[in-house]
């Protein structure tokens, strides 16, 4: 028996909520779920001796659950005589308080301010299937007599879908009139009903508008959501925030909805957001195996990044995680990014928090009581410490962090928040310093009287930099690149001049100048707040020879080539990150590789000299005609892809005579790294140079 509407309209309309009734007879139709869903709500919002109005009641034994726990003021109405026949004949005998009239709600009988409470399960939603005008004009009246039937006080409470126009409309109503206005979350979705009749998709919402004193002059209107994960509600500033935090409530529920009917749609990425704040707190990515890569009983599992270690390729990129999941060999695997600015009790603090949130995202066919289990890189959800944090009006929100990575080192990063999951400078700490006195001072601590005076202060930020080691593979790459000089069996007793574009946190510039005697080095950088946070934070500090101008890259260079006597360098480094996320590719911006520029480039060359660029780009087509571009200026060419990450690091020529054999290459990386291995020296012994040139090859 079809007993939906052919059109929405019909919701509207007395004849149809007649011949519903009719066909479904006495057998109760409960709308977004039953009395034992909503009660928790229901008692929160509701005194058993409030004066309670129900609107557009059916044939729901809602009103007789309520009535049945206590609940004895309670008055009923629906627009359909059959119905109310029906809930009269029903409850006269066992329920006699308890009144059913037949009554439009746009025009109700009672007179002003004759209840505490108007409560709406599905009504609202059913009288307003569209925007146009009559439909509104019907709602608005619907909505200003349940304003003029509420005393000062009362609540108008409201379940509903929470449909775009439905919120849209009852927020912007009652705010407008000064009301207070929260959204209250019942149920997560898929089990909002008794029945296939009466599941959803989508979560179930409950209005809770609060009538209030009028108030002479402009007033403040107060919006909050309230979900069912938090105890206190959110506080948000406009009713379009509020909007989008209930859209997103949705989509939430949407998701998880198709992910457990079917398996296989790909890479799904959402947040999960703190409920007092509204701070995202964990980005979860669920990842399916593909067929058969996982055993009969290995269903479901978490795998929790340790903080700090979402930049890497493993934990950061989608190709990444698609291997994570190959290697776990369970059906779903939910990889889950701890967020920095936020505090973690271990991983069983992590564990009570999502294990509720997450079963959601389980697959179908998962056994019930399925014991799923936590994962991590040896059991530990690492360590995270924000140094610095501030905002740039060219580079944006960043922050400093010091992390824990493998073998116990810490490392100091230097991240752009608008690209969470890039590491911009990164540089290792000297461990005795970061962390390795820590229980020693502890234990002082504990000495100490109060009379004592006080402690020292820690050292300063730089002078923790391992200043000989290089962090970033890409780095490694760039310098190890000096070994196409021709020259490169003496590049440390010649003066080496060296031209760096992008600063950050100052590593390689910094290494070039501390590693080469004889180098001058200088560096471009167009942000002036880089230069402060790797002086203060990265142990960088100018000399006469590492200069630091502070310029756009292009105008500085184009200023060099058009100069009278343009310098000549021996290398030049382009190490710069686009601010366009759109582009498909994020270093370095497009205005860099454009013909006419690189050509600038190539003038203030030396003719042995070697153009180094630091390639991250992910649209293939783009790629291709990057290089095509600097092979029209630079006809030798070199690339070098850095494993396990998107870079490619390209070391340009300008004469194709000087291209070297693979065993000469190498020969030349050996014979320089030897000359910088000699006594005296300091030297990061698991840099070897010509592991950076042994991959490389000619485009």
């Given at each position: 028996m079809n007993l939906l509407p052919r059109s929405t309209k019909e919701f509207g309309s007395v004849d149809y909520w007649e011949k519903f009734f009719q066909q479904r007879g006495k057998r109760a139709f409960e709308w977004y779920g039953t009395y034992l869903e909503l009660c928790g709500l229901l008692h929160k919002y509701i005194k058993p001796k409030e004066k309670v109005l129900v609107v557009g009641c059916g044939n729901s034994e809602l009103s007789e659950q309520l009535y049945d726990v206590g609940y004895?003021?309670?008055?009923?109405?629906?627009?359909?005589?059959?119905?109310?026949?029906?809930?009269?004949?029903r409850n006269t005998t066992r329920r006699p308080h308890l009144?059913?009239?037949?009554?439009?709600?746009?025009?109700?009988?009672?007179?002003?301010?004759?209840?505490?409470?108007?409560?709406?399960?599905?009504?609202?939603?059913?009288?307003?299937?569209?925007?146009?005008?009559?439909?509104?004009?019907?709602?608005?009246?619907?909505?200003?007599?349940?304003?003029?039937?509420?005393?000062?006080?009362?609540?108008?409470?409201?379940?509903?879908?929470?449909?775009?126009?439905?919120?849209?409309?009852?927020?912007?109503?009652?705010?407008?009139?000064?009301?207070?206005?929260?959204?209250?979350?019942?149920?997560?979705?898929?089990?909002?009903?008794?029945?296939?009749?009466?599941?959803?998709?989508?979560?179930?919402?409950?209005?809770?508008?609060t009538k209030l004193r009028p108030v002479a002059g402009p007033s403040q209107p107060v919006f909050e959501l309230c979900t069912q994960e938090q105890g206190r509600p959110l506080r948000l500033d406009s009713a379009e925030l509020l909007a989008e935090a209930v859209r997103e409530r949705q989509r939430y529920a949407w998701l998880c909805s198709q992910l457990h009917r079917q398996a296989g749609l790909g890479t799904v990425s959402l947040d999960l957001c703190d409920g007092d704040s509204g701070e995202p707190r964990y980005t979860l990515h669920v990842v399916d195996s593909p067929t058969g890569k996982a055993a009969r009983d290995s269903h479901f599992a978490i795998f929790i990044i340790p903080q700090g270690r979402e930049t890497e390729w493993l934990f950061g990129t989608e190709e990444g995680w698609k291997q994570l999941a190959v290697s776990a060999c369970f059906r779903r695997l939910v990889i889950v990014a701890l967020h920095r600015g936020q505090s973690y009790k271990g991983m069983e603090g992590i564990q009570a928090e999502l294990s509720a949130r997450v079963l959601e995202l389980a697959p179908a066919g998962m056994p019930a009581q399925h014991q799923v289990p936590f994962l991590s890189v040896g059991g530990d959800i690492g360590v995270r410490t924000i140094r610095h944090q501030d905002h740039?009006?060219?580079?944006?929100?960043?922050?400093?962090?010091?992390?824990?990575?493998?073998?116990?080192?810490?490392?100091?990063?230097?991240?752009?928040?608008?690209?969470?999951?890039?590491?911009?400078?990164?540089?290792?700490?000297?461990?005795?310093?970061a962390h390795g006195d820590q229980k020693k001072r502890k234990k002082q601590r504990k000495k100490h009287r109060a009379t004592d005076p006080p402690e020292e202060p820690p050292a300063a930020p730089g002078q923790c930099v391992d200043k000989n080691y290089l962090c970033c593979e890409h780095h490694k790459a760039m310098v190890a690149g000096l070994a196409l000089l021709r020259s490169s069996e003496v590049l440390l007793?010649?003066?080496?001049?060296?031209?760096?574009?992008?600063?950050?946190?100052?590593?390689?510039?910094?290494?070039?100048?501390?590693?080469?005697?004889?180098?001058?080095?200088?560096?471009?950088?167009?942000?002036?707040?880089?230069?402060?946070?790797?002086?203060?934070?990265?142990?960088?500090?100018?000399?006469?020879?590492?200069?630091?101008?502070?310029?756009?890259?292009?105008?500085?260079?184009?200023?060099?080539?058009?100069?009278?006597?343009?310098?000549?360098?021996?290398?030049?480094?382009?190490?710069?990150?686009?601010?366009?996320?759109?582009?498909?590719?994020?270093?370095?911006?497009?205005?860099?590789?454009?013909?006419?520029?690189?050509?600038?480039?190539?003038?203030?060359?030396?003719?042995?000299?070697?153009?180094?660029?630091?390639?991250?780009?992910?649209?293939?087509?783009?790629?291709?005609?990057?290089?095509?571009?600097?092979?029209?200026?630079?006809?030798?060419?070199?690339?070098?892809r850095i494993e396990g990450e998107v870079n490619e690091i390209l070391f340009c020529q300008l004469y194709p005579e000087s291209k070297l054999s693979t065993p000469e290459l190498l020969e030349r990386a050996r014979t320089l790294e030897c000359a910088l291995r000699r006594p005296g020296r300091c030297w990061d012994n698991s840099y070897v140079l010509s592991d950076m040139l042994e991959s490389v090859r000619i485009v």
């Open positions: 004895r003021d309670l008055v009923n109405i629906d627009i359909s005589e059959v119905v109310i026949r029906q809930m009269q004949e009144r059913f009239l037949q009554m439009d709600m746009t025009r109700m009988d009672f007179p002003d301010a004759a209840f505490q409470v108007v409560l709406d399960k599905g009504t609202l939603d059913a009288v307003l299937p569209d925007e146009e005008e009559e439909t509104a004009r019907r709602v608005d009246q619907m909505l200003a007599e349940v304003g003029r039937v509420l005393q000062v006080g009362g609540r108008y409470l409201c379940i509903s879908l929470a449909q775009a126009h439905v919120l849209k409309k009852a927020v912007g109503h009652f705010s407008r009139e000064g009301w207070m206005v929260r959204v209250h979350q019942v149920t997560a979705g898929q089990t909002a009903g008794c029945g296939v009749e009466s599941r959803f998709p989508l979560p179930v919402f409950a209005f809770i508008m740039s009006p060219l580079s944006g929100d960043f922050v400093v962090e010091d992390v824990q990575g493998d073998n116990g080192h810490y490392f100091r990063r230097l991240i752009f928040l608008s690209s969470r999951n890039v590491v911009q400078s990164e540089a290792r700490l000297v461990q005795d310093v007793e010649m003066p080496l001049a060296v031209l760096v574009v992008g600063l950050g946190g100052g590593s390689l510039p910094l290494f070039i100048h501390d590693h080469f005697p004889e180098s001058c080095v200088d560096a471009v950088e167009l942000d002036p707040s880089m230069l402060v946070v790797a002086a203060q934070w990265f142990g960088f500090s100018p000399s006469e020879r590492l200069q630091v101008h502070i310029a756009d890259g292009l105008d500085h260079i184009a200023g060099l080539a058009g100069g009278e006597a343009p310098p000549h360098y021996h290398a030049v480094m382009f190490d710069v990150d686009s601010k366009d996320p759109s582009l498909g590719m994020s270093c370095p911006p497009p205005a860099f590789v454009a013909e006419p520029f690189l050509r600038q480039v190539s003038s203030i060359l030396r003719p042995e000299g070697v153009f180094i660029l630091n390639l991250v780009c992910r649209d293939m087509a783009l790629k291709d005609s990057v290089l095509a571009g600097l092979k029209a200026v630079f006809p030798l060419l070199y690339v070098r």
